[in-house]
């Protein structure tokens, strides 16, 4: 019914943030800084309002590719 994606600046989740709730895959994720490893969990919840385990670790970094500074 619905994902959340929470986003740590640690692998190993500590202070991890709800970045929002979406409701299909594909949506775009803000606010996050360029030059910095991030990590990604996924949960969803069901129609029975039962939240998921989250899933496996992504590890990310953005890169800041915008040439118009």
Do not use: C
Not at 18 to 25: D, E, K
Not at 31 to 59: C, H, I
Request: glycine fraction near 8%; aromatic fraction near 10%; proline fraction near 4%.
């Amino acid at each position: 019914k619905q994902y959340q994606v929470w986003v740590s600046a640690h692998p190993d989740g500590r202070g991890a943030q709800p970045m929002g709730n979406m409701a299909a895959s594909g949506q775009m994720l803000e606010g996050l800084r360029a030059q910095t490893t991030f990590y990604l969990w996924v949960t969803y919840t069901d129609e029975n309002k039962k939240t998921s385990k989250p899933s496996n670790r992504l590890e990310i970094k953005l890169v800041d590719a915008f040439g118009m500074k």
